[in-house]
């Protein structure tokens, strides 16, 4: 089976897991990603769009369900979950608007320290609250899988995105 029937089949795996399990983040899914938006994705990176990720995006481009932000006395801020925005256990697949987002973002913050993040790096799923999650590491025509954390740099980790996926649907 090649990566992208990989892909495919792992992504299946995890609706149909997730439609069993919490048919509100299920429901709240978006349809695929359209050439526009492939488009727009493409021109933003510094790098080639794996196929990959445009099978995934093609598949889900994210979902409609959102956190929010709110201000609380004494000038915090409290993260207020939308339950069905969870669909990986507390990780967001970002679809191909908040890819763009995340990638100018991390792009920026890493000004000055090209060990934080690469313009070959892609986030692709992060955790609702925090900048921790995966990427994909696009070099010499490949792809890994790389794990992401605020104050350390992303380490390499031994799985395919299709296998990623996999575990995330396990959990």
Do not use: H
């Not at 493409?42 to 929010?68: F, H, I, M």
């Not at 763009?100 to 313009?119: H, I, M, Q, S």
């Not at 990427?135 to 980790?157: I, K, R, W």
């Amino acid at each position: 089976m090649s990566e992208v029937e990989e892909v495919t089949s792992a992504w299946l795996r995890v609706t149909g897991l997730l439609e069993a399990s919490n048919p509100g983040g299920f429901g709240a899914l978006s349809p695929g990603a359209t050439d526009e938006r492939l488009g727009a994705l493409s021109g933003t990176l510094q790098c080639e769009l794996p196929a990959v990720l445009e099978t995934l995006l093609r598949l889900n481009d994210g979902s409609t369900a959102k956190n929010r932000r709110e201000g609380l006395p004494g000038g915090g801020v409290a993260v207020i979950t939308d339950p069905d925005c969870g669909i990986l256990d507390g990780m967001e697949l970002l679809g191909s608007q908040e890819i763009v987002k995340r990638y100018r973002e991390y792009l920026a913050y890493a000004e000055g320290d090209p060990n934080y993040w690469k313009p070959n790096w892609i986030p692709i799923i992060q955790s609702q609250d925090a900048p921790y999650g995966f990427l994909l590491a696009v070099a010499d025509g490949g792809v890994s899988v790389m794990e992401f954390s605020e104050g350390s740099y992303p380490t390499a980790v031994e799985w395919s995105l299709a296998e990623l996926l996999g575990k995330l649907a396990e959990r």
